[in-house]
């Protein structure tokens, strides 16, 4: 019986200190000197002034300080505030802004900010400020005007892009959304030929849940500037948080058609592929990246896993090999490599793997992979003695060694063993999940099917939603009893909750080939073996085709599973039940 591929496996901060907070003459700062330009802004001196640190001014600085920080931000406010309108320093009147703002004192913050304004008009930062306390205050047409003065000075200096999004930012920051995105719109309107313009409005819109008024404007941003890749990578995303994945999918198709160059969405979309489940069509995406660039490794690293995933264990160790070349310190590559390796039993080569494995994260899992593989060499004893010895620093670890120990002892056909085992490991973790569905599939070999149901049932007590326990539940009442409607019903869960598993589409197939569908059968089973080329998927499939009068499709796909997979006992029953 097999169910599934079980794997070893503001508070806000003051700044500065109170010499920094009064004054001598500095020099202009450059940031300011460019960005007014003589078209944008009229010229204002940007010296900071020179004011006398009398009681008073003291007395605030020093209280607006400690008030901030102690948590006190409204006072913190007031007490810069006086200190702010008394020196015309405009970094204490940045502070006030910030401190009433945090407050959510927005008459103080106002006050504040046109001082800091006023003292500083080319500063993006103050009249940003501004126009927040605008727009929380219902006033969209004024923060309008501020946001106009902060793109005409970008503009001056080439950066309108980048004030764009800066300001998207901001109204993104903002209480109303309907005026935030209406604003957004307006200053779009301004420079209509700019993409940026159009992506900015386009973040705003996703951040603000207008999914539609995003894709309109990504799309504008997109014929703009047709190459765009980040603009073709949002387009994307916005598409599958409609749920649409078919038209993403789509999407990317038709731009990588016209930008096959374009790598980092190429790398996008073949990670689309993967959560759509699509190993095939992600494989060779992440292997013509890896074609164009053979050092990338972490492209080389997934065609490696993928070829895994599709059971290409010759591309598989190719990929593999290479990721640790570029990438010695990827020691999770090294246990792949043991697996694909150890998949053909080359188990002297696959112990070398794991072994390799330093002390790290991955070590207990190779250690135990360790074991297992010499126990496959045929030292059983060996092998559970180098298990007892692995040190278990918690219960999910003491249950990876159990689950090691009873496939040591189930592959060594040891069934009665394992049971032992599993049941003293229940006794102590009585609730454990694994360890319940591991008993019941050597249960099942021990034909013992009350205990694989109760192990079972328990789990879905516990876990309604456990798909492996729905399944395995599902397929031993379908191939053990007759009680096809209650597998029927197992099953369905399970493909509700994952649609495109091959083993609960193998089990559905298999319902419906003792129930005598057989069209329906078919229909099932070679879905699941399109999405994983499983030997005992193959078997169920020739079965069903000798039986439904296709022997020659039978013998086809039992040929190349046994050409796959010649060591499957499930394959080689079933030829030799229907080609004795």
Not at 171 to 185: E, K, P
Not at 491 to 501: I, Q, V
Request: glycine share 4%; net charge negative.
């Amino acid at each position: 019986m097999r169910y599934f591929s079980r794997r070893f496996p503001l508070t806000i901060v003051l700044l500065g200190a109170l010499a920094a907070c009064v004054s001598v003459p500095q020099a202009e700062e450059p940031v300011a000197q460019a960005a007014a330009g003589p078209e944008a802004f009229p010229k204002v001196e940007e010296s900071l002034p020179r004011a006398a640190l009398d009681a008073d001014t003291l007395y605030d600085v020093l209280l607006g300080e400690i008030a901030g920080q102690r948590g006190e931000i409204g006072v913190a406010s007031q007490a810069l505030s006086r200190a702010a309108r008394r020196t015309r320093d405009p970094r204490l009147a940045e502070r006030a802004t910030l401190a009433a703002l945090y407050a959510k004192q927005y008459e103080d913050a106002l006050a504040a900010a046109q001082l800091w304004v006023e003292l500083k008009p080319a500063s993006a930062d103050a009249r940003e400020s501004l126009a927040s306390i605008y727009l929380e205050t219902g006033r969209p047409a004024e923060a309008r005007r501020e946001f106009e003065q902060i793109l005409a000075s970008e503009q001056a200096r080439a950066n309108l892009e980048q004030a764009y999004m800066r300001i998207a930012a901001v109204l993104g920051r903002a209480s109303s959304r309907g005026a935030s995105v209406q604003t957004m719109q307006v200053l779009v309107e301004s420079h209509p030929e700019v993409a940026a313009a159009h992506f900015a409005l386009a973040h705003l819109a996703v951040r603000n849940g207008d999914l539609d008024v995003a894709g309109t404007a990504v799309d504008r941003a997109l014929e703009l500037r047709p190459q765009w890749e980040e603009a073709a990578l949002f387009k994307a995303r916005i598409l599958v948080s409609q749920k649409n994945a078919a038209k993403a999918q789509t999407f990317y198709e038709d731009y990588l058609r016209r930008y096959p160059s374009a790598t980092n969405v190429r790398v996008h979309y073949a990670r689309h592929l993967i959560d759509q489940k699509q190993w095939e069509k992600a494989r060779d995406e992440f292997k013509r990246v890896a074609e164009e660039a053979p050092e990338d490794a972490d492209a080389v690293y997934a065609v490696g896993l993928l070829a895994l995933q599709t059971n290409r264990l010759d591309e598989a160790e190719r990929f593999l090999e290479r990721t640790v070349e570029l990438r010695p310190q990827n020691d999770q590559a090294r246990i792949y490599l043991g697996q694909v390796v150890e998949q053909s039993k080359r188990y002297g080569e696959a112990a070398r793997w794991y072994g390799e494995v330093s002390a790290g994260e991955s070590f207990f899992e190779a250690q135990t992979r360790l074991a297992i593989v010499t126990a496959k060499q045929g030292d059983l004893g060996k092998a559970r003695q180098h298990l007892r010895a692995i040190n278990a620093e918690n219960d999910q670890q003491r249950v990876q060694l159990v689950l090691a120990e009873e496939q040591m002892l189930r592959d060594a056909k040891r069934y009665d063993e394992a049971l032992t085992v599993l049941n003293g490991a229940l006794e102590r973790m009585p609730e454990d999940k694994d360890l319940l569905y591991a008993r019941a599939l050597i249960a099942e070999k021990l034909d013992k099917l009350p205990l694989v149901e109760s192990d079972l049932r328990t789990i879905l007590q516990k876990d309604p939603q456990n798909v492996n326990a729905l399944n395995a539940l599902g397929y031993t009442l379908a191939d053990r009893t007759d009680r096809y409607s209650e597998a029927q019903e197992y099953l369905a869960r399970a493909l509700e909750l994952k649609p495109d598993d091959p083993f609960v589409l193998d089990s559905m197939g298999w319902l419906q080939y003792r129930t005598g569908n057989n069209v329906e059968a078919i229909r099932y089973l070679k879905r699941a073996i399109a999405i994983r080329n499983d030997a005992e998927i193959a078997a169920h499939l020739g079965e069903v085709l000798w039986v439904a009068g296709d022997r020659s499709e039978a013998r086809s796909v039992w040929t190349r599973a046994l050409r796959e997979t010649p060591e499957s006992e499930a394959l080689r029953d079933v030829i030799k039940k229907f080609m004795p």
